[in-house]
């Protein structure tokens, strides 16, 4: 089992940046796919990035493709996203999540674990 806390959320003006991080517990952290969501309100759910368990795959939604990155740091339990030239439509409650082993999914109902989210809100 694992348990992921986010962080590095906050407000910033269009074109900015942020780097959000998650923060697993448990020593088997490396054996875990793991992936971002959004949830802008009124909206469901969406996948916006994932990494596999090595850090040797990475897939993104289109519409972040280019400005996002996702990276993890094992060694340190934690998952990254970078992310670039913030635009409105980014604005959403952010979630990482964690998918034992397996390949990088994008539906919600393939991920075990959750954790809080973390608002990131992008001024026009």
């Known amino acids: 089992q694992v348990q992921l806390v986010e962080s590095g959320g906050g407000l910033v003006q269009t074109g900015g940046s942020l780097r959000l991080s998650c923060a697993g517990s448990g020593r088997t952290f490396s054996t875990y796919v793991m992936a971002w969501f959004r949830q802008a309100p009124g909206k469901e759910r969406e996948f916006v990035a994932g990494?596999?368990?090595?850090?040797?795959?990475?897939s993104y939604t289109d519409s972040v493709r280019g400005r996002f990155t996702i990276s993890r740091d094992n060694a340190k339990n934690t998952v990254y996203l970078q992310m670039n030239n913030l635009k409105p439509e980014d604005t959403a409650v952010y979630y990482c999540?964690?998918?034992?082993?397996?390949?990088?999914?994008?539906?919600?109902?393939?991920?075990?674990?959750w954790g809080q989210g973390t608002q990131v809100t992008v001024s026009s």
């Open positions: 999540a964690a998918r034992y082993i397996g390949n990088i999914v994008t539906t919600t109902r393939g991920y075990n674990y």
């Open positions: 990494i596999s368990w090595t850090g040797g795959s990475t």
